[in-house]
């Protein structure tokens, strides 16, 4: 933990009789009832004890406290209190205070020019959002105390470790349930015994914050996640959409799912995948479905890792096939950080997304298995029936018409990259001219997930059985298709158009129609195919055409 103090009571209070410590705790109140309990009849002097080391918050957290009377008792509570205590800098901030959330949020919105809306008015909560230079935002609440006082505010809230609270003026900290302990000990624990029941989606947002800070859930918080995983049918789908993308675009995705599966959460959230589990594959699957499933989401986040634009290549030198996919596609770093940074949703990432896609894209297997008379187990199919229950789900999680389109359309075309690179092992034959063609006119930008959902899918399909000629098949096939993408599209995929439908209107006097669109699209496939390169031979073509 940053700033880790030498003194057993730096960021608490304690209770001094005569100079000489008596007790301690996590806020006044705690210190003064402990003290009381054996010194109830002497003076007792309560003070906070100082971190060794000040804590370190956003600018705006300065810039809060300026513009806010001296007398306004005030606190900064919850991740952003955490993250200082971690030596990270939190750009969401929550402030709470016994009254008035939402007029403080507007005195504050006001002085700082920010934007400025009602979060919550049941509540009395204020939200302000202020925009940085580069785009940026933080977003801060003001809410008021959840109870009769900030100590009964904190042990309403999830985890301990987000239950410390810091006053605004005083810098001094309220730590009533042991937070920073549990941070020193990397230790997840529930504030209360009722806290899931309180709120299911705590399931989620415990299983996201142990794999991100690299703590262990405490043995009866694990239990109290369990007891209360049946409840999360009752919290409402966006809820749910917006902590599984935390999950999904924070850390160790595979191994949050597959901790919420443990808890028996996950069947609750994502009921499809639960009939992945025991569907039995032919070679060269190593793996049933559902296990095959979480190990490809694994291998996409290692991927993803070495394909970044800070990316050190020393952490793939115990990964012969990170290090041959650096070799190969490092180059587009840059790009796909730039692909990645435009999302189809502004509160979602694409990232996020594709994770999401990759846990559905055999989730057809189960309902296309099949036997055929030579004992041939096959799952034909299973890329349009998982493209349809990805659609189902999606629209349930209330997902954007774009973000759903662009599931459904890689879940349809994931076997394309596979199918390419067997031709490539098998027959010697790179992806031709008019294949790249018809896989960007049919995928367009998706495609860039094909090819990072066909890598995956390859290691977790093979895992320890993959060759070095089977990985450098796909490696080249993503390659090729990648570079038609980025570095000669309007040769290979959008090329300029050469003649248009009132041309062969006026030419050959073809009615607007079915017919029209078809002789257009022939024309780009043979320019892209490089039959065609003018408007003459465009128009040569049509003309065979049409006889």
Same mark, same amino acid.
């Given at each position: 933990?940053?700033?880790?103090?030498?003194?057993?009571?730096?960021?608490?209070?304690?209770?001094r009789?005569?100079?000489?410590?008596?007790?301690?705790?996590?806020?006044?109140?705690?210190?003064?009832?402990?003290?009381?309990?054996?010194?109830?009849?002497?003076?007792?002097?309560?003070?906070?004890?100082?971190?060794y080391?000040?804590?370190?918050?956003?600018?705006?957290?300065?810039?809060?406290?300026?513009?806010?009377?001296?007398?306004?008792?005030?606190?900064?509570?919850?991740?952003?209190?955490?993250?200082?205590?971690?030596?990270?800098?939190?750009?969401?901030?929550?402030?709470?205070?016994?009254?008035?959330?939402?007029?403080?949020a507007?005195?504050?919105?006001n002085?700082?020019?920010?934007?400025f809306?009602?979060?919550?008015?049941?509540?009395?909560?204020?939200?302000v959002?202020?925009?940085?230079?580069?785009?940026?935002?933080?977003?801060?609440?003001?809410?008021?105390?959840?109870?009769?006082?900030?100590?009964?505010?904190?042990?309403?809230?999830?985890?301990?470790?987000?239950?410390?609270?810091?006053?605004?003026?005083?810098?001094?900290?309220?730590?009533?349930?042991?937070?920073?302990?549990?941070?020193?000990?990397?230790?997840l624990?529930?504030?209360?015994?009722?806290a899931?029941?309180?709120?299911?989606?705590?399931?989620?947002?415990?299983?996201?914050?142990?794999?991100?800070?690299?703590?262990?859930?405490?043995?009866?918080?694990?239990?109290?996640?369990?007891?209360?995983?049946?409840?999360?049918?009752?919290?409402?789908?966006?809820?749910?959409?917006?902590?599984?993308?935390?999950?999904?675009?924070?850390?160790?995705?595979?191994?949050?799912?597959?901790?919420?599966?443990?808890?028996?959460?996950?069947?609750?959230?994502?009921?499809e995948?639960?009939?992945?589990?025991?569907?039995?594959?032919?070679?060269?699957?190593?793996?049933?479905?559902?296990?095959?499933?979480?190990?490809?989401?694994?291998?996409?986040?290692?991927?993803?890792?070495?394909?970044?634009?800070?990316?050190?290549?020393?952490?793939?030198?115990?990964?012969?096939?990170?290090?041959?996919?650096?070799?190969?596609?490092?180059?587009?770093?840059?790009?796909?950080?730039?692909?990645?940074?435009?999302?189809?949703?502004?509160?979602?990432?694409?990232?996020?997304?594709?994770?999401?896609t990759?846990?559905?894209?055999?989730?057809?297997?189960?309902?296309?298995?099949?036997?055929?008379?030579?004992?041939?187990?096959?799952?034909? =199919?299973? !890329?349009?029936?998982g493209?349809?229950l +990805? &659609?189902? *789900? /999606?629209?349930?999680?209330?997902?954007?018409?774009? $973000?759903?389109?662009?599931?459904?359309?890689?879940?349809?075309?994931?076997?394309?990259i596979?199918?390419?690179?067997?031709r490539?092992?098998?027959?010697?034959?790179?992806?031709?001219?008019?294949?790249?063609?018809?896989?960007f006119?049919?995928?367009?930008?998706? =495609?860039i !997930?094909?090819?990072?959902?066909?890598? +995956? &899918?390859? *290691? /977790?399909?093979?895992?320890?059985?993959?060759?070095? $000629?089977?990985?450098?098949?796909?490696?080249?096939?993503?390659?090729?298709?990648?570079?038609?993408?980025?570095?000669?599209?309007?040769?290979?995929?959008?090329?300029?158009?050469?003649?248009?439908?009132?041309d062969?209107?006026?030419?050959?006097?073809?009615?607007? =129609?079915p017919?029209?669109?078809?002789?257009?699209? +022939?024309?780009?496939? /043979?320019?892209?195919?490089?039959?065609?390169?003018?408007?003459?031979?465009?128009?040569?073509?049509?003309?065979?055409?049409?006889?």
């Amino acid at each position: 933990m940053a700033g880790e103090d030498q003194n057993p009571y730096a960021g608490r209070w304690v209770a001094r009789v005569r100079g000489q410590i008596v007790a301690q705790g996590g806020t006044p109140e705690q210190v003064r009832r402990a003290a009381r309990s054996t010194r109830y009849k002497e003076t007792l002097e309560i003070v906070f004890m100082p971190t060794y080391e000040s804590l370190t918050f956003s600018s705006l957290v300065e810039s809060v406290r300026a513009v806010l009377p001296d007398n306004l008792t005030i606190y900064l509570v919850g991740g952003a209190v955490r993250d200082a205590m971690l030596g990270r800098v939190s750009h969401d901030l929550d402030f709470a205070l016994s009254r008035n959330g939402i007029r403080t949020a507007k005195r504050v919105a006001n002085a700082l020019k920010a934007d400025f809306y009602p979060l919550d008015p049941e509540r009395d909560t204020g939200r302000v959002i202020v925009l940085a230079e580069d785009g940026t935002r933080t977003f801060m609440d003001f809410a008021t105390f959840r109870g009769p006082d900030l100590e009964a505010d904190l042990i309403g809230r999830d985890f301990t470790i987000n239950a410390i609270a810091m006053d605004l003026h005083s810098r001094e900290l309220h730590d009533p349930l042991g937070g920073v302990v549990d941070l020193k000990d990397k230790r997840l624990r529930a504030c209360s015994p009722s806290a899931f029941n309180d709120d299911p989606v705590r399931i989620l947002r415990g299983v996201r914050q142990a794999a991100g800070f690299g703590f262990r859930l405490q043995a009866e918080t694990r239990q109290g996640m369990k007891a209360a995983a049946g409840q999360l049918g009752n919290v409402s789908p966006e809820r749910l959409r917006d902590e599984l993308f935390r999950i999904l675009e924070g850390p160790q995705p595979a191994a949050c799912l597959r901790a919420l599966d443990e808890l028996g959460a996950l069947h609750n959230i994502l009921p499809e995948l639960s009939a992945l589990k025991g569907v039995e594959q032919p070679a060269p699957h190593v793996s049933e479905v559902w296990t095959h499933t979480l190990s490809a989401v694994q291998h996409l986040e290692s991927i993803l890792v070495a394909l970044t634009p800070d990316y050190h290549p020393e952490e793939s030198a115990e990964d012969l096939f990170n290090g041959l996919l650096v070799l190969r596609l490092g180059r587009y770093r840059r790009k796909l950080a730039e692909y990645f940074g435009t999302p189809l949703n502004v509160n979602r990432s694409i990232r996020g997304l594709l994770f999401l896609t990759v846990l559905y894209h055999d989730a057809g297997k189960p309902f296309c298995r099949t036997i055929d008379e030579h004992g041939q187990m096959r799952f034909l =199919g299973h !890329d349009q029936c998982g493209a349809e229950l +990805a &659609d189902e *789900r /999606a629209r349930q999680l209330s997902l954007s018409n774009d $973000e759903i389109e662009h599931m459904e359309i890689v879940i349809r075309n994931h076997m394309r990259i596979h199918y390419l690179a067997d031709r490539l092992v098998k027959e010697k034959k790179a992806p031709s001219r008019r294949a790249i063609y018809r896989f960007f006119r049919d995928v367009g930008q998706a =495609g860039i !997930d094909l090819v990072l959902l066909g890598l +995956a &899918d390859c *290691r /977790a399909t093979y895992e320890q059985s993959l060759s070095q $000629e089977t990985w450098s098949a796909y490696l080249d096939v993503c390659r090729t298709l990648l570079e038609n993408w980025w570095e000669k599209p309007q040769e290979s995929i959008a090329p300029p158009a050469l003649i248009n439908g009132n041309d062969l209107m006026k030419i050959f006097g073809i009615s607007s =129609g079915p017919k029209l669109g078809e002789l257009l699209e +022939a024309v780009r496939e /043979a320019q892209a195919t490089g039959k065609v390169g003018t408007r003459t031979e465009a128009l040569e073509l049509v003309r065979a055409m049409v006889k």
